[in-house]
């Protein structure tokens, strides 16, 4: 593309005003974006927030999630201040201004192409992360389940004492682990002492230390295992033979993987977004029936 096309320009000014908290969020101001469109007076601009905000609800999305009404202090002249309306809007409320915007402003079409782009990124980028807390979600509950059956067999085999199942799961680690026990994964992931390890793992290295359990757990079982220190160095030996697999495929070691959100922010956001579809099948969104 030429440097002369109008493109690059019009995605410099929509970034330019974009603002983005500590956190990595992301929001314009309607005064800014109005202002970026050439609309003189703000009043003229506040028709095409109902209008997108019509359009919002008919979407299916909540409003509330896309446009947040805030009031602001601008200056009036000799120290003065006074208030005014202001709307922080998410990249998809922007999208749905611009099509609701006067098509003869200079940079309405720009604007429509720039941020249908950006919004169908984001949509990609949501779709893939709905699949990683959905994948999370699933293997953190076989992860549950098989803990549970891993204990059992570990049991029969003399893991009894709390003591001896701590010794027994360090085995485990260390061979997944590259010789790091429970706690040295804890250190190295920059944990606190009371956030569970397995509630921060990605669906990479819950996958890893999955079939760890359940390979063990067949294992012992497949070997009638009844001595604690066999167990244990069964269990290392399992660890170890999950680690050389991830190393020979190229893959990234467990204990170098992020840290994932805390599985329980997943599941509450999971349980809303299950909740709003029934909602929506059952006759609208909650704006519609407000």
């Known amino acids: 593309m030429s440097e002369s096309s109008p493109i690059p320009a019009a995605s410099n000014t929509f970034e330019r005003i974009k603002r983005v ?40 999305h909540p409003v509330a999630d896309h446009f947040a009404e ?10 003065a ?45 949501d779709d893939k992360a709905l699949k990683e807390d959905k994948t999370r979600l699933l293997l ?8 549970k059956n891993l204990a059992g067999v570990a049991k029969q085999a003399g893991v009894i004492q709390p003591l ?30 009371k956030e569970p390890l397995l509630d921060y793992m990605g ?22 295992v009844r001595n604690k220190d066999q167990a244990n160095r069964i269990h290392e030996a399992v660890g170890r033979t999950v680690r050389r697999t991830i190393h020979e495929l190229g893959g990234t070691m467990p204990e170098n993987l992020p840290l994932a959100e805390n599985i329980k922010k997943v599941e509450s956001r999971e349980k809303k977004r299950i909740k709003a579809e029934q909602k929506k099948l059952a006759g609208g969104s909650p704006e519609t029936k407000a």
């Open 140 to 147: 953190r509950g076989e992860m549950k389940k098989h803990n």
């Open 203 to 224: 669906s990479t290295e819950l996958a890893a230390n999955l079939f760890r359990a359940t390979q063990t757990e067949e294992k012992l079982r497949r070997e009638n």
């Open 81 to 125: 201040q006074r208030e005014v309306e202001d709307w922080t809007l998410s990249r998809y409320a922007c999208y749905l201004l611009i099509q609701n915007a006067d098509p003869s402003k200079p940079l309405v079409a720009l604007g429509q192409s720039y941020f249908a782009v950006q919004t169908r990124r984001q949509e990609l980028a």
């Open 21 to 60: 908290t500590a956190e990595g969020q992301e929001s314009w101001s309607a005064r800014d974006l109005a202002r970026v469109l050439e609309y003189l007076n703000f009043r003229n601009f506040q028709p095409v927030i109902e209008k997108a905000k019509e359009a919002c609800i008919k979407s299916g």
């Open 164 to 193: 001896d199942y701590a010794i027994f799961m360090d085995h485990g680690y260390r061979g997944l682990y590259g010789g790091l026990t429970a706690k040295g994964v804890h250190a190295r992931k920059r944990l606190k002492p």
């Open 70 to 79: 805030i009031r602001n202090m601008v200056d009036i002249g000799s120290g």
